[in-house]
């Protein structure tokens, strides 16, 4: 198991270190010797931690993909970098995204891809620091772009898309961006299909509810303009759904 903590060398806790000795820069965990990973700091030095930490963020771009082609020659597979391209060559739109969800996302590109859509995925390896010139390098071509997220800033949006939205400044494609999976739910190949298919047609608005229920939210939002007890937001909708009892006994 790593343990990766920002500005410090990753600490391992392994049986065995030397697995990874020729890999990575690392100091063991030793409970005889114990140590302070992060200690508090106030404000006589507080701001040049800070610094510290966004220095080595910033480094970390360069070490990144330096450590991901040691790894592929000592352990002869691929593994993290800064981004990851997937059939982005001649694709009118891509999809970007972060996580497990990318697997599903491959398979999707791969089924629209053999009947002849100009699809793409970039997977996104680091998110901070932000490979910002790569991202931008890499949707260059495209005439859409489809940020998948797993996360939402209430009232703002995406949060990935901020930084792929700087990413793409200047440049001529057409960026949506799409919430997805909240709360544990599915994200289908269905519905990734026809995201998909909605983006090809310029179909999105900027900012996208994957698979929403609309007509749940608007019952909810109508409770509201009857002047009706709205009481809590889940409850009601859970309640609509039949999934908890009108009233407890």
Known sequence: MTIATGGEPPIVWERNPKRVSGALDYQVLDPADPVTIGAMVGPEAFTEVKYLAH???M???DVIPEVAQRFAVDFGRPSGGLVRRYRTEGAETIIVALGSVLGTIEEVVDEMRDVGVRVGALGLKSFRPFPLEEVREALSGACRVVVLEKALAAGRGGIV??????AMVGGHARCSTVIA???GRAITRDSLQ???EQAGRDALEPLNFLDLDIELVQRELARERDGLPAGPHAENMLRDL???AAEAH
Not at 161 to 166: G, L, N
């Open 194 to 196: 026809r995201l998909l």
């Open 242 to 244: 039949g999934v908890v």
């Open 55 to 57: 220095h080595k963020q």
């Open 59 to 61: 480094q970390a771009l």
């Open 181 to 183: 999976g909240l709360g």
């Open 161 to 166: 898309s901020t930084d792929v939205h700087e």
